[in-house]
């Protein structure tokens, strides 16, 4: 059989390196263009195949059902198995594999609920059927490895070695990196020990790679983009919107901008470079906003300059304020004339007088 049926889907990190757009709210559920990222994910295995998904949760794990219900309206049917005490990747996988009702010999994609990426799930799938492996990773190739794990593969794109997060430049010995999604024979899974912490990356992949287990890489250079911090959170988003990024999610058509349908936008207001406005939210006059995410209910007052920024749901930003490169937690407030740049994170909640902050002189 050459289409995995079944998925698991890892969505339990707390998202730390996200705060604070992940105060209230999980990682996977943070708005891009104009939906929670979890349901990309989702639209994306559902276009190739998959009917059943078991998300494995453990942060905020309460907001996931309300939203998704049993997956009916995505076309799946969708389980949700919530962590007491955190497992780890791999025992995470371990944790849910009673849902499965997978064959032992039948593949299951299991997926990291931060990744953003155009792989080919069934050629993953295909390639893994094709090979008799008993793991498939996708792998991706990126010009600094270091943040990653190397994943070496011989000629026949069999894995090698698994080799964690390089230091020196001899250690990097492969620009492939484990992108975060696999394809397990179902009985392998079986073999992650229960009831304890495991990682996939760290323990299980090298474990079975001692052990004799086939495990085969396949490197796809689509677009790939791993979501762990704001900066990238709000690329991914925009890439999404301008088309750059695939799923069958957006809700609109791809372009320059994405508007939700309450959203009330000023006539002279300039919205590029992927910008989403979110429900109920406002954009006064002469806004110029690039490459930004606006969430639900915030207000952007006229002539504020925003890119590459992150406005948390219920913020405030006031007239003429610049933002680059900025995160605005959910409900705070920053007054007119301030100018925050560079990675700047203004908390939930929080209030900046006009004119307070700047990274200039005020001529």
Same mark, same amino acid.
């Given at each position: 059989?050459?289409?995995?049926?079944?998925?698991?889907?890892?969505?339990?990190?707390?998202?730390?390196?996200?705060?604070?757009?992940?105060?209230?709210?999980?990682?996977?559920?943070?708005?891009?263009?104009?939906?929670?990222?979890?349901?990309?994910?989702?639209?994306?295995?559902?276009?190739?195949?998959?009917?059943?998904?078991?998300?494995?949760?453990?942060?905020?794990?309460?907001?996931?059902?309300?939203?998704?219900?049993?997956?009916?309206?995505?076309?799946?049917?969708?389980?949700?198995?919530?962590?007491?005490?955190?497992?780890?990747?791999?025992?995470?996988?371990?944790?849910?594999?009673?849902?499965?009702?997978?064959?032992?010999?039948?593949?299951?994609?299991?997926?990291?609920?931060?990744?953003?990426?155009?792989?080919?799930?069934?050629?993953?799938?295909?390639?893994?059927?094709?090979?008799?492996?008993?793991?498939?990773?996708?792998?991706?190739?990126?010009?600094?490895?270091?943040?990653?794990?190397?994943?070496?593969?011989?000629?026949?794109?069999?894995?090698?070695?698994?080799?964690?997060?390089?230091?020196?430049?001899?250690?990097?010995?492969?620009?492939?990196?484990?992108?975060?999604?696999?394809?397990?024979?179902?009985?392998?899974?079986?073999?992650?020990?229960?009831?304890?912490?495991?990682?996939?990356?760290?323990?299980?992949?090298?474990?079975?790679?001692?052990?004799?287990?086939?495990?085969?890489?396949?490197?796809?250079?689509?677009?790939?983009?791993?979501?762990?911090?704001?900066?990238?959170?709000?690329?991914?988003?925009?890439?999404?919107?301008?088309?750059?990024?695939?799923?069958?999610?957006?809700?609109?058509?791809?372009?320059?901008?994405?508007?939700?349908?309450?959203?009330?936008?000023?006539?002279?207001?300039?919205?590029?470079?992927?910008?989403?406005?979110?429900?109920?939210? /406002?954009?006064?006059? *002469?806004?110029? %906003?690039?490459?930004? $995410? #606006? !969430?639900? +209910? @915030?207000?952007?007052?006229? &002539? =504020?300059?925003?890119?590459?920024? /992150?406005?948390?749901? *219920?913020?405030? %930003?006031?007239?003429? $304020? #610049? !933002?680059? +490169? @900025?995160?605005?937690?959910? &409900? =705070?407030?920053?007054?007119?004339?301030?100018?925050?740049?560079?990675?700047?994170?203004?908390?939930?909640?929080?209030?900046?007088?006009?004119?307070?902050?700047?990274?200039?002189?005020?001529?």
């Amino acid at each position: 059989m050459t289409e995995a049926r079944e998925a698991i889907l890892l969505v339990g990190g707390k998202g730390t390196r996200l705060r604070p757009l992940t105060v209230h709210t999980p990682k996977p559920m943070v708005p891009a263009a104009g939906v929670p990222f979890l349901t990309h994910q989702l639209a994306r295995a559902r276009a190739a195949g998959v009917e059943h998904i078991v998300l494995a949760t453990s942060y905020l794990a309460e907001v996931f059902e309300p939203y998704f219900g049993d997956g009916s309206s995505l076309g799946l049917s969708i389980e949700y198995v919530t962590e007491r005490e955190p497992l780890g990747t791999g025992g995470a996988i371990r944790n849910v594999a009673s849902r499965l009702a997978s064959g032992p010999d039948e593949p299951v994609l299991i997926f990291n609920g931060d990744i953003l990426t155009g792989l080919d799930i069934r050629a993953l799938v295909a390639s893994h059927a094709t090979s008799g492996a008993d793991v498939s990773l996708h792998l991706a190739r990126v010009e600094d490895p270091r943040a990653f794990g190397l994943v070496p593969t011989d000629d026949s794109g069999r894995v090698t070695a698994f080799l964690e997060k390089p230091q020196t430049p001899e250690e990097i010995v492969t620009d492939q990196v484990n992108a975060g999604a696999y394809i397990f024979r179902r009985s392998v899974i079986d073999t992650i020990p229960a009831g304890r912490p495991v990682s996939v990356e760290r323990e299980t992949f090298p474990g079975l790679l001692a052990s004799g287990a086939h495990l085969q890489g396949m490197v796809d250079s689509t677009y790939w983009l791993d979501l762990g911090t704001p900066q990238a959170f709000v690329r991914g988003s925009a890439d999404l919107v301008l088309g750059r990024a695939p799923s069958p999610a957006v809700p609109g058509r791809c372009g320059d901008r994405l508007v939700l349908p309450t959203a009330s936008v000023a006539a002279d207001a300039k919205l590029t470079g992927g910008t989403v406005i979110g429900e109920g939210a /406002l954009i006064g006059e *002469g806004a110029r %906003i690039t490459g930004s $995410t #606006v !969430l639900a +209910g @915030a207000v952007v007052e006229p &002539g =504020a300059v925003i890119s590459d920024s /992150l406005i948390g749901a *219920g913020a405030r %930003i006031g007239s003429r $304020t #610049v !933002l680059a +490169g @900025a995160v605005i937690g959910d &409900g =705070a407030q920053v007054g007119a004339d301030n100018e925050l740049r560079d990675g700047v994170r203004v908390w939930c909640g929080a209030v900046l007088p006009d004119a307070s902050v700047r990274f200039s002189s005020d001529q």
